[in-house]
């Protein structure tokens, strides 16, 4: 709320009236409406105005200041404004209800505690969106008991709000209000149990993931004909020798050297999870297109016409033909050796397209970018030829780097040779090959030679293959076999392919995926499925926030919420006992306008009033 200023004039006379004024939110974006008119008031500096508005606001909520010397004038404001919005007349204050006999205590001031204060906001979100997604019917449909719901729910919460170890998470959940939410007692709570249900959860996994992607699907009016296909790597901290399925292979976490598992996601064109699994740390992409398609047809069912999207490392013809011989469509960006000979095609600039990237769905501000779009059909595929200035600045530069770092590699190998240091002809091809391994993408521009007899090392610069690759940096293609795309509706729809790497930055970031510290498979692939259902519980509630037009990260929302708690307000009264009071405190204008957005009650918890007599010894 906030003070506005309006001058009139009647009969040559110019008068002065102050608005109370709210900013709304409106089918049409935000509006000011006058809450109610407040006279002239004199004249006050801006500072004074903002303290009036504030304490008008607090008693609005419910909160009044005992010491308040403005009271009165507080209260006629307030008075005015319930009188607004009961559409009567404006008169004066509406009468008190009458307080109940039991409600009218005397109370000592001075002796007043809080205590028990525990943050409430966060999750009451998280909780009202477990509820949302019918999580506690779908685990109670699939055989757990009360209690084995109850453990799987907060551990859910937890990977979402602030994840932690099985052995520290005791500790957060009694820091929070969920044993008030949950109507549970946690005092007792250790981390066995929680490791317990990692076991009685691992076998639940599938039916829990088909049964949460049909009540999405109806909950969100969700889209069932993309499929987004995409992996990564997480890896281990210790050996996780009782993990048939850690390996070392290729890290996207940039961690070589340490064992991982390779996670797969199915997410829909909205971002959410339809079905995943945990392979091997050294299985190749192109290997896990049909295990998973055999997923998604046990998961939730495939239909003809459907459309799998993948990227260029799962591009083989062999996957291409899995796809068509279940009756569904493909979308793939091509591997590099088969982008390479359209080079003519992309050099032509006739005929190509120019169209802009969309705004991020989590983000509204983020700069457009510039994309230019050919499609060239043949009799049985389509292929759209895409040039992005910002991935051509990308490209070069990746590339300038790692010839900056190869030429210096090879310099150092060069010295070694020359200063004797490395003789043995076939440990010299050793270290070449070993540079050609490590710098793949510039070794192919150069031919690297070593003559034993006369022990000189050259490396000579291929300047047609150099100049090739020049002319196709910024670019790529991306081919289907649908004939009913447009060049651009082609490209959006991989572009689409981002929301399943949304899903794998979230998991592995704010949900905290890796490092993995479990030891046994079963209780590595139970933790990764409690990250993929917290996630849902993420893009649920960012989902329903983009909706209404609000773009804000699950981060922030949980920064703002945090300071909604539930505390335990202790009075002693003046027959010698205790009057304790469990509740929610008054939530803040922001809190309000966020629980508001999000379709959720203001109230974590209803009031709790319990009594205790003391006792003194005489």
């Given at each position: 709320?906030?003070?506005?200023?309006?001058?009139?004039?009647?009969?040559?006379?110019?008068?002065?009236?102050?608005?109370?004024?709210?900013?709304?939110?409106?089918?049409?974006?935000?509006?000011?409406?006058?809450?109610?008119?407040?006279?002239?008031?004199?004249?006050?500096?801006?500072?004074?105005?903002?303290?009036?508005?504030?304490?008008?606001?607090?008693?609005?909520?419910?909160?009044?200041?005992?010491?308040?010397?403005?009271?009165?004038?507080?209260?006629?404001?307030?008075?005015?404004?319930?009188?607004?919005?009961?559409?009567?007349?404006?008169?004066?204050?509406?009468?008190?209800?009458?307080?109940?006999?039991?409600?009218?205590?005397?109370?000592?001031?001075?002796?007043?505690?809080?205590?028990?204060?525990?943050?409430?906001?966060?999750?009451?979100?998280?909780?009202?969106?477990?509820?949302?997604?019918?999580?506690?019917?779908?685990?109670a449909d699939v055989g757990l008991s009360h209690r084995e719901s109850m453990l799987t729910c907060v551990m859910t919460l937890n990977r979402l709000l602030q994840p932690c170890s099985e052995h520290s998470m005791p500790d957060w959940i009694r820091s929070t209000a969920l044993g008030d939410i949950l109507a549970e007692d946690f005092d007792t709570l250790t981390e066995d149990p929680l490791y317990r249900n990692l076991d009685g959860l691992y076998p639940k996994r599938a039916q829990i993931e088909s049964r949460l992607a049909v009540r999405e699907r109806t909950l969100f009016n969700l889209d069932q004909t993309v499929?987004?296909?995409?992996?990564?790597?997480?890896?281990?901290?210790?050996?996780?020798?009782?993990?048939?399925?850690?390996?070392?292979?290729?890290?996207?976490?940039?961690?070589?050297?340490?064992?991982?598992?390779?996670?797969?996601?199915?997410?829909?064109?909205?971002?959410?999870?339809?079905?995943?699994?945990?392979?091997?740390?050294?299985?190749?992409?192109?290997?896990?297109?049909?295990?998973?398609?055999?997923?998604?047809?046990?998961?939730?069912?495939?239909?003809?016409?459907?459309?799998?999207?993948?990227?260029?490392?799962?591009?083989?013809?062999?996957?291409?033909?899995?796809?068509?011989?279940?009756?569904?469509?493909?979308?793939?960006?091509?591997?590099?050796?088969?982008?390479?000979?359209?080079?003519?095609?992309?050099?032509?600039?006739?005929?190509?397209?120019?169209?802009?990237?969309?705004?991020?769905?989590?983000?509204?501000?983020?700069?457009?970018?510039?994309?230019?779009?050919?499609?060239?059909?043949?009799?049985?595929?389509?292929?759209?030829?895409?040039?992005?200035?910002?991935?051509?600045?990308?490209?070069?530069?990746?590339?300038?780097?790692?010839?900056?770092?190869?030429?210096?590699?090879?310099?150092?190998?060069?010295?070694?040779?020359?200063?004797?240091?490395?003789?043995?002809?076939?440990?010299?091809?050793?270290?070449?090959?070993?540079?050609?391994?490590?710098?793949?993408?510039?070794?192919?521009?150069?031919?690297?030679?070593?003559?034993?007899?006369?022990?000189?090392?050259?490396?000579?610069l291929i300047g047609e293959k150099l100049a090739k690759a020049e002319g196709l940096d910024g670019s790529y293609l991306l081919k289907t076999d649908r004939t009913d795309l447009s060049a651009e509706q082609a490209w959006r729809i991989h572009n689409l392919l981002t929301r399943a790497e949304d899903a794998f930055r979230a998991m592995k970031s704010p949900l905290a995926e890796r490092p993995i510290f479990h030891q046994l498979t079963h209780r590595v692939d139970t933790h990764i499925f409690l990250c993929v259902l917290a996630y849902h519980l993420l893009v649920a509630i960012e989902k329903t926030l983009r909706d209404?037009?609000?773009?804000?990260?699950?981060?922030?929302?949980?920064?703002?919420?945090?300071?909604?708690?539930?505390?335990?307000?202790?009075?002693?009264?003046?027959?010698?006992?205790?009057?304790?009071?469990?509740?929610?405190?008054?939530?803040?204008?922001?809190?309000?306008?966020?629980?508001?957005?999000?379709?959720?009650?203001?109230?974590?918890?209803?009031?709790?009033?319990?009594?205790?007599?003391?006792?003194?010894?005489?």
């Amino acid at each position: 709320m906030f003070i506005r200023k309006k001058f009139g004039k009647y009969k040559e006379r110019t008068y002065v009236n102050y608005q109370l004024v709210e900013s709304v939110r409106t089918p049409k974006g935000p509006r000011q409406n006058v809450v109610c008119s407040l006279g002239d008031l004199g004249p006050r500096s801006r500072e004074d105005w903002l303290v009036l508005v504030h304490k008008v606001e607090s008693a609005l909520a419910g909160q009044t200041d005992l010491f308040d010397e403005a009271g009165g004038e507080v209260r006629d404001i307030v008075a005015n404004v319930r009188a607004r919005q009961g559409k009567g007349p404006i008169r004066s204050a509406q009468p008190r209800p009458q307080a109940q006999e039991d409600d009218l205590v005397t109370v000592r001031t001075d002796a007043i505690e809080n205590r028990s204060d525990r943050e409430a906001g966060p999750v009451h979100v998280a909780y009202q969106y477990w509820k949302k997604l019918g999580l506690g019917e779908i685990l109670a449909d699939v055989g757990l008991s009360h209690r084995e719901s109850m453990l799987t729910c907060v551990m859910t919460l937890n990977r979402l709000l602030q994840p932690c170890s099985e052995h520290s998470m005791p500790d957060w959940i009694r820091s929070t209000a969920l044993g008030d939410i949950l109507a549970e007692d946690f005092d007792t709570l250790t981390e066995d149990p929680l490791y317990r249900n990692l076991d009685g959860l691992y076998p639940k996994r599938a039916q829990i993931e088909s049964r949460l992607a049909v009540r999405e699907r109806t909950l969100f009016n969700l889209d069932q004909t993309v499929f987004l296909y995409d992996l990564t790597s997480t890896y281990f901290e210790g050996r996780s020798s009782k993990n048939w399925k850690a390996r070392k292979g290729y890290s996207r976490d940039k961690r070589p050297d340490c064992n991982q598992v390779v996670v797969g996601l199915v997410v829909n064109r909205d971002g959410f999870p339809l079905a995943h699994e945990v392979f091997e740390g050294n299985v190749q992409d192109q290997k896990t297109v049909g295990r998973m398609l055999d997923l998604l047809e046990a998961r939730i069912g495939l239909e003809p016409g459907q459309t799998v999207v993948v990227d260029r490392g799962m591009a083989y013809d062999k996957n291409i033909d899995e796809i068509r011989s279940r009756n569904l469509h493909y979308l793939v960006a091509t591997r590099q050796s088969e982008r390479d000979q359209w080079l003519s095609e992309f050099e032509d600039l006739n005929g190509f397209e120019e169209v802009f990237r969309t705004n991020s769905p989590t983000n509204a501000y983020q700069r457009k970018s510039r994309v230019s779009l050919r499609m060239k059909r043949t009799q049985d595929e389509t292929h759209v030829l895409c040039l992005s200035q910002g991935r051509k600045e990308k490209d070069k530069a990746i590339r300038e780097k790692q010839e900056r770092r190869y030429l210096a590699d090879l310099e150092k190998l060069k010295n070694r040779v020359s200063s004797g240091r490395l003789v043995k002809p076939e440990k010299i091809g050793e270290a070449i090959g070993r540079l050609k391994e490590r710098y793949p993408r510039v070794a192919r521009y150069y031919r690297v030679e070593y003559d034993s007899a006369s022990k000189s090392f050259s490396a000579e610069l291929i300047g047609e293959k150099l100049a090739k690759a020049e002319g196709l940096d910024g670019s790529y293609l991306l081919k289907t076999d649908r004939t009913d795309l447009s060049a651009e509706q082609a490209w959006r729809i991989h572009n689409l392919l981002t929301r399943a790497e949304d899903a794998f930055r979230a998991m592995k970031s704010p949900l905290a995926e890796r490092p993995i510290f479990h030891q046994l498979t079963h209780r590595v692939d139970t933790h990764i499925f409690l990250c993929v259902l917290a996630y849902h519980l993420l893009v649920a509630i960012e989902k329903t926030l983009r909706d209404k037009g609000e773009h804000i990260c699950f981060a922030r929302l949980r920064e703002k919420l945090k300071d909604h708690r539930v505390s335990t307000m202790v009075l002693p009264t003046d027959d010698g006992r205790l009057l304790k009071i469990r509740k929610t405190s008054t939530p803040e204008p922001q809190h309000r306008e966020l629980y508001k957005l999000l379709e959720i009650p203001e109230q974590v918890i209803g009031p709790k009033k319990s009594w205790i007599e003391i006792h003194h010894d005489p």
